[in-house]
């Protein structure tokens, strides 16, 4: 693996989540790299940051400066060529760094949005229930953004991040499932879409995810998502998915195991 490819899997190398294989890998990289130890220490020292960090109270004079900070953060999250530009600038090439301080920024002014609402008096209390809102949905834009742009990433454990934003978003839009879906039928990465896979399996409520998973159904070949797939939809009683089910069993490269759980399928649909 090269340095880009390292740096990737750093956030999860320092969390313990990779396989043997791959931590072995980046261990004796990290032995005779510098600039991939400097991010490593990096990225500890940012998390560590988080961890400590607690929210202080904002002191008199944020009143006063709060909506033209709000101002300049809402123009800052809508810029976001100019954002990605700046980025680039950087000396150095910290993504996931620059992602988290951007997250925690955001959560800075929406708590601070909180403490100013609750302190308000009643005549301001319509104004500031609105100012709350509207932090909110700038904070949900945050993670949109995040993970739109996380998803374009050539790294597989980058792409899985971004699928596991939505977790974050209890009411996620068409605009973000339909990114889900196209991620669990497109990618070439079997764990991505697995990722996908089980993020849209929350939603399955909504006919829109039970039509597009149906869909998925007649074009995965991969057993482990086929058995997911095959499971979700006959809990669900979907009736859409018999004929896929039944084209699963008799397709004569079908696994015997996956077969067998499309037949407990069909008997409980």
Sequence with gaps: MNCEEIQNLLPDFDDDILNP???????????????????????RLLFQTISD??????????????????????????????????????????????????????????????FLG??????????????????????????????????????ASARIKAVNYVDEMPNPDNKVLGALINTLNHDKNVNVRLASLYSLAKFTDFQLVRDSLVNSLKIQTEPVIQIVLINLLSEKKEIKAI??????ISNKSTLKEVKEIAQQGLKSI
């Design 118 to 155: 609750s302190n308000s008096n009643p005549n301001r209390e319509v104004g500031s229930s609105k100012q709350i809102s509207e932090l909110k949905n700038e904070v949900k834009d945050v993670k949109e953004m995040l993970m739109f742009d996380l998803l374009k990433e050539p790294s």
């Design 243 to 248: 004929q896929s089910i039944q084209d699963i």
């Design 53 to 114: 960090s607690c929210i202080e109270q904002p002191g008199p004079s944020l009143r006063e400066h709060f909506n033209k900070m709000l101002d300049e953060e809402i123009q800052m999250l809508g810029n976001k060529n100019l954002e990605r530009r700046s980025l680039k600038t950087r000396v150095l090439s910290l993504r996931w760094v620059t992602y988290a301080w951007g997250l925690v920024a955001a959560m800075v002014i929406f708590f601070a949005g909180l």
């Design 21 to 43: 294989i791959t931590r072995y890998a980046i261990q004796n990289h990290l032995k005779t790299c510098g600039p991939c130890n400097e991010e490593l220490n990096q990225i």
